[in-house]
């Protein structure tokens, strides 16, 4: 079964500054997606970030970037630039790409606190 | 577009209630999830629908929990007989078109049993 995991329950970082979450997975699968997913308190949650096994390139987006290393089995997201709307929680998924199940897998989540 | 809806946003009941949730998805929206997500935990997969068929359901989709979408619009998640461990946040999802879609999430149902 896959599983995912979010080694940092809570983190925290100066405003303007830069923050890395960590994620791993656990898979025997060779295609399949990893998301970050960013839940505000009391708001739904919203994808930050995704990336396809298959591609090398490490996915960016604006402030947010992902460091991913296949071989590793790990995922991390790099927050640059961080600001106070970025306070959060951040939940690293995965889905298999092929296999039939559309099911994300959740890590437990990093709760990450923005100091002005 | 509103974005996916979810109603009640709060719900309060005493065990072995009955309850239900109703979960409208973004207009066209073909795929239709449910995730239970309980305190400091991440979301957790229930059930999926794509259109009207129901294609996946997870073992945590105990005989007491049932899932509609008819007419592949919108779904309810019934819960029958509940219990205290019944008690979590109820998060709806939906995407359009194949596995590469992005899921839009709605705010949830937070079901608190008593």
């Known amino acids: 079964a896959q599983t995912v995991t979010q080694s940092q329950p809570e983190m925290s970082v100066q405003e303007a500054e830069t923050v890395t979450l960590s994620c791993t997975y656990d898979t025997s699968e060779s295609d399949y997606y990893l998301f970050w997913y960013k839940q505000p308190p009391s708001r739904q949650m919203i994808l930050v970030i995704r990336q396809e096994a298959y591609k090398q390139q490490n996915a960016t987006e604006n402030r947010f970037s992902v460091n991913f290393q296949k071989a590793a089995k790990s995922f991390s997201l790099k927050i640059s630039d961080s600001q106070l709307g970025d306070a959060a929680m951040y939940f690293c998924a995965y889905r298999p790409l092929q296999g039939g199940s559309e099911k994300l897998v959740f890590g437990k989540g990093t709760k990450l606190t923005v100091n002005p | 577009d509103t974005g996916v809806s979810q109603n009640p946003r709060h719900k309060i009941t005493k065990r072995g209630q009955n309850v239900t949730f109703r979960c409208d998805p973004i207009?066209?929206?073909?795929?239709l999830y449910w995730y239970r997500q309980t305190l400091g935990q991440g979301p957790e997969f229930l059930t999926y629908?794509?259109?009207?068929?129901?294609?996946?359901k997870s073992r945590l989709l105990s005989d007491r929990f049932s899932a509609e979408r008819p007419k592949g619009s919108f779904s309810t998640l019934e819960i029958q007989r509940t219990e205290q461990g019944d008690s979590a946040m109820y998060l709806c999802?939906?995407?359009?078109?194949?596995?590469?879609?992005?899921?839009?999430f709605g705010q949830g149902t937070r079901l608190t049993v008593v």
């Open positions: 207009s066209e929206h073909n795929r």
């Open positions: 999802a939906s995407s359009w078109g194949d596995t590469e879609a992005e899921a839009f």
């Open positions: 629908f794509q259109n009207e068929a129901q294609l996946e």
